[in-house]
């Protein structure tokens, strides 16, 4: 038994072609969409499970509805014209989603990380997924023309598009992210939907006036300039260079106010470092710690190993020291921007990997090892577990040092903070924590200084620091975070951390919010997202 096909269908090799390279093209592109989702809301949002959970959400959903939808419009206006309007509309939708970027995450921050991440998500992606979603119905209604053949025909419909959708991944996620940037490849999406619309009304319709959206939505895509503003308090901001690297959104922010000019680098909108572009100095108090009190509780030592490089300050004091010195950082471009606008020496060896699979290859043993990196807006599970503890404490010298630079909470809802610090004290004999923060903010979220060693408790040598220049911005906090040890009372609810079960981020979901929350109150919406 057999059906005729719908009267609109241009009979020809070139279109059957045409068909498959349509489905192939927007099995791509819904990946190119959802891969770099997270870029986009990242900034705003950060990068934690809740904002993958959203994206993923919003993909199925919107892709549900699409089917839904195209499975219903096919069977009653089933003509190619349809199918390739939907196209068009579907690259129209991409196109806009870098120019409705701003004003969508500002108006959904107000709703917290998992309702505003998923409602933002929704707005920005959901429509272009939507029109994507849609074509695979009429795709299968235009091509299926014998009912005994149907199976067949629908299956590879839909392992194409499939395949499609794996080399999007692939190409995106290994790279173009790396070569052209979020906002290029999300150009690049929409004008290829958009040719792939109107390539059929011109080739298969003869209607050339469809031609004409193509150089239309070109010169209306927004253009890559660098922001530059004059804040509010009359501090002048500027990006002086951004960049998508394979692992976040990268910028290097100048600020100008009178005779102060200081530099930070920012990783999907959390500050990973500044300092005092005329002194080199750092302006966060967190970095004097991670120098000073490893080598006051170890005068002898001779030898650092920095996971997490950042901009580069704390390696570079103690190769200033005379330490034998290396980095591990995953991000190559973190080392690139750290050398070229951050004053790091090219001496200093940067090993580009995951920390955890440096410290697991190697057999190398540290007097100081400093763990200073964050994904999004916490330290990545991975490297707070007990394995990966362990595994520190085997690179560590009998007298040597960990500190840790955590972002956590001493006393509202401090289980996951205390469960780190549970879990370190698990290895290590000694566990100290110095908060870096003031001491009437102690009740807020803020960095802490872990450290962690070998024996019987010791006291940091201050004389070893005392003399060391410290930059203005950081000095106030900063005596005070020197000589003021926490601890948890014994009875505080904790847990030891594993690779099997490590919860921090779904247990530090209010704490998150709250770093990005100081964020965007802190830092220019177009110097995050400009």
């Not at 549900?64 to 939708?93: E, K």
């Not at 059929?200 to 469809?210: E, I, K, P, S, T």
């Not at 043993?365 to 404490?393: C, K």
Request: aromatic share 10%.
């Amino acid at each position: 038994m057999s059906r005729s096909a719908p009267k609109s269908i241009p009979a020809s090799k070139f279109f059957s072609f045409y068909l498959l390279l349509t489905t192939g093209l927007c099995g791509a592109i819904v990946m190119v969409v959802e891969v770099l989702g997270s870029r986009v809301i990242g900034p705003f949002f950060g990068v934690s499970l809740f904002v993958w959970t959203s994206l993923i959400t919003v993909t199925l959903v919107a892709l549900a509805f699409g089917y839904a939808f195209g499975g219903w419009l096919a069977d009653r206006r089933g003509s190619p014209a349809v199918l390739y309007a939907i196209v068009l509309a579907a690259g129209v939708c991409v196109l806009a989603i870098p120019v409705l970027q701003a004003s969508v995450l500002s108006a959904c921050v107000g709703l917290g990380l998992r309702t505003g991440s998923l409602l933002a998500s929704g707005l920005l992606f959901g429509p272009s997924l939507f029109f994507l979603g849609c074509v695979s119905p009429f795709l299968v209604r235009l091509v299926a023309v014998e009912l005994r053949s149907l199976g067949r025909t629908v299956g590879g419909l839909y392992a194409l598009s499939t395949i499609g959708s794996f080399v999007g991944t692939v190409v995106t996620g290994f790279f173009l992210i790396g070569v052209l940037g979020v906002s290029r490849i999300f150009l690049l999406a929409g004008m290829v939907l958009l040719t792939l619309g109107a390539g059929y009304f011109v080739a298969f319709r003869r209607q050339w006036l469809v031609a004409v959206l193509l150089p239309i939505a070109f010169l209306l895509a927004p253009k890559d300039v660098l922001p530059d503003k004059v804040l509010a308090d009359g501090t002048r901001a500027s990006v002086i260079e951004k960049r998508d690297s394979f692992y976040g959104n990268l910028r290097v922010v100048d600020y100008r106010f009178a005779e102060k000019h200081t530099r930070e680098l920012a990783i999907d909108g959390l500050i990973q470092g500044g300092g005092d572009v005329a002194t080199g100095l750092s302006v966060y108090e967190f970095t004097y710690p991670l120098q000073f009190l490893p080598r006051a509780l170890h005068p002898a030592g001779r030898s650092s190993l920095v996971i997490g490089l950042g901009a580069g300050f704390v390696p570079r004091w103690y190769a200033a020291q005379g330490i034998a010195t290396e980095v591990v950082d995953i991000d190559p471009e973190v080392a690139n921007l750290a050398r070229k606008h951050f004053n790091f020496p090219a001496a200093i060896p940067v090993h580009i990997e995951d920390a955890r699979h440096f410290l697991t290859r190697i057999t190398t043993r540290y007097d100081y090892i400093v763990l200073d990196v964050f994904n999004g807006d916490t330290t990545p599970g991975h490297l707070l577990s007990v394995e990966a503890m362990q595994l520190i404490e085997q690179r560590l010298n009998p007298q040597g040092v960990l500190a840790i630079n955590l972002i956590g909470s001493l006393q509202r809802d401090n289980f996951m903070t205390a469960s780190v610090i549970r879990t370190l004290q698990s290895v290590f004999e000694r566990v100290d924590i110095y908060p870096v923060m003031a001491q009437n903010a102690l009740d807020k979220v803020g960095n802490l200084t872990v450290i962690a060693y070998r024996g019987a408790q010791r006291t940091p040598d201050a004389t070893l620091y005392a003399s060391e220049p410290i930059h203005p911005m950081a000095r106030d906090v900063l005596r005070q975070a020197l000589i003021t040890r926490f601890s948890f009372p014994p009875n505080t609810p904790a847990i030891i951390l594993t690779d099997d079960f490590n919860p921090i981020d779904v247990r530090d979901l209010w704490m998150k919010e709250d770093v990005r929350r100081n964020i965007l109150e802190n830092t220019d919406a177009s110097i995050l997202i400009g």
